[in-house]
């Protein structure tokens, strides 16, 4: 793991260099998830699935919502129940 000193600017920003960019291919408008443990910063790039992974996933939930009897109203419910709760 390769460790570079970054500087924070009054604005809280920081500029992540060039050759990071390219290893990790973060690209101009790029999103970034930032955790923190302690003192310790951890970033990891947030990149949204393929229309393919995303078409995969929601066919994994159908099926799943169908093998325990689901229907689609009671997603609605269940969703205006969580809704309420806030």
Do not use: H
């Not at 973060?26 to 990891?44: P, R």
């Not at 799943?64 to 009897?69: D, I, K, N, R, T």
């Not at 269940?78 to 806030?86: A, L």
């Amino acid at each position: 793991m390769d460790a570079q000193v970054l500087t924070v600017t009054s604005k809280g920003q920081i500029s992540l260099p060039t050759d990071i960019c390219r290893l990790l291919s973060i690209e101009t408008g790029d999103k970034l998830v930032a955790y923190t443990s302690g003192d310790t910063i951890m970033l990891k790039t947030l990149k949204p699935p393929s229309a393919e992974d995303f078409e995969k996933s929601l066919d994994n939930a159908r099926k799943w919502a169908e093998s325990v009897g689901y229907k689609e109203d009671d997603v609605n419910d269940i969703i205006k129940y969580i809704r309420k709760k806030k």
